[in-house]
């Protein structure tokens, strides 16, 4: 989608957003990649906290999606501040209690509670550095 917005010279940018197609939706391209990471870190997460198992990709990959959905359900009836994306104390407990309550909905995950608030501090590490969702 081009970016036809006047510049300060009297004429236009004119660039391709990427990240966008045509219609201005978000590219199926970005979504994909970010699922695939997310289940990377996941699957690095498996390995590292204790408490949360190990997992394959494809496993690993129906988590990331149960994970975004439910954060997606939190956010719509809590809002930013309660969700799993928030900062803060809040968003942080609430990540646990999304990566904990995933545990029902993907077999071959087990997540201890504590595996479960280990689980989101180190995601929410592996974020700062990596961003999975789009902004």
């Given at each position: 989608?081009?970016?036809?917005?006047?510049t300060d010279?009297?004429?236009t940018r004119n660039m391709v957003r990427h990240d966008q197609d045509m219609d201005g939706a978000g590219s199926w391209v970005s979504h994909v990649v970010r699922f695939v990471v997310s289940?990377?870190?996941?699957?690095?997460?498996?390995?590292v906290v204790p408490g949360f198992s190990?997992?394959?990709?494809g496993t690993a990959l129906l988590a990331a999606?149960?994970?975004a959905l439910l954060g997606y359900i939190i956010e719509a009836i809590g809002g930013r501040q309660i969700s799993p994306y928030g900062h803060g104390l809040?968003?942080?407990?609430?990540?646990?209690?999304?990566i904990y309550a995933t545990q029902f909905v993907v077999p071959?995950?087990?997540v201890t509670i504590i595996?479960?608030?280990l689980g989101a501090v180190v995601i929410g590490i592996v974020d700062m550095f990596i961003p999975t969702k789009i902004r």
């Open positions: 989608m081009p970016d036809d917005r006047p010279d009297g004429g289940a990377l870190v996941l699957m690095v997460v498996g390995y190990r997992l394959t990709f999606i149960v994970i809040v968003g942080f407990i609430s990540s646990a209690v999304v071959g995950l087990r595996g479960a608030l």
